[in-house]
Each structure stands twice: as structure tokens, then as C-alpha cells.
């Protein structure tokens, strides 16, 4: 049986910092490629990051150089570290493993950045 599984949001000041995890079991991790994506309320579900078994990165403008995406193979587990957070990543955070044409969600955990 599949699980993705996010956790690490709350809330957080503007200009902080948090870490995300997603921890996954049911399939073989480091062959999927992993990432992940953001809903903000009345927004569509946008891409953030993504990394793939062998580690290759990309990040969506909006958070480059702000957020940070790895994985530990070993722990079948992807993190986002996001430092300089803005109100404008308020959101709820997705993880999704993906591999041709099969994927896994996760459930979300909710980020919120206000003062």
C-alpha cells in the first residue's frame, strides 16, 4: 500500500523559516522522481520544486534562491527547506512522487506566513 505522507508546516513570521518532510513507503523510492507543489486559496495548485532519483533540481521562480529541495534515498523522504519566508507562500504544501505515468499525492500540510 502506497503512503506520502507531509509533514512540517505551521505557522511562521515573515522573513522565517521552515522544513518540510515527506516521508513515503509502498513503492521504490529513488526511482521516482519527487516534488513539491503549493494551493493557495482561490489559486490552482502550482509547481515549486523538483528532484529526481539521481538529485537534479529545479525550483519555480517565485522561490529560487529562497527554498531548498532534497532527498534522503536511505529514508525514502523528500524536504523542501524554505528560509526568507514571504505572506506569498501562504499555502498548503503537496508532495507528489511521480514516475512516467504514475503518481502519488500526499494529503498537504498547511504553511501559513503572517505576523
Known amino acids: 500500500q502506497v503512503h506520502v505522507v507531509e509533514s512540517g508546516g505551521g505557522l511562521v513570521q515573515p522573513g522565517g523559516s521552515l522544513r518540510l518532510s515527506c516521508a513515503a513507503s509502498?513503492?521504490?523510492?529513488?526511482?521516482?522522481?519527487m516534488a513539491w507543489y503549493r494551493q493557495a486559496p482561490g489559486k490552482e495548485r502550482e509547481l515549486v520544486a523538483t528532484?529526481?532519483?539521481?538529485?537534479?533540481?529545479y525550483y519555480a521562480d517565485s522561490v529560487k534562491g529562497r527554498f531548498t529541495i532534497s532527498r534522503d534515498n536511505a529514508k525514502n523522504t523528500v524536504y523542501q527547506q524554505m528560509n526568507s519566508l514571504k505572506p506569498e507562500d501562504t499555502a498548503v504544501y503537496y508532495c507528489k512522487a511521480a514516475r512516467g505515468s504514475v503518481t502519488y499525492w500526499g494529503q498537504g500540510t498547511q504553511v501559513t506566513v503572517s505576523s
Open positions: 509502498g513503492f521504490i523510492f529513488s526511482m521516482y522522481a
Open positions: 528532484i529526481t532519483g539521481g538529485g537534479s533540481t
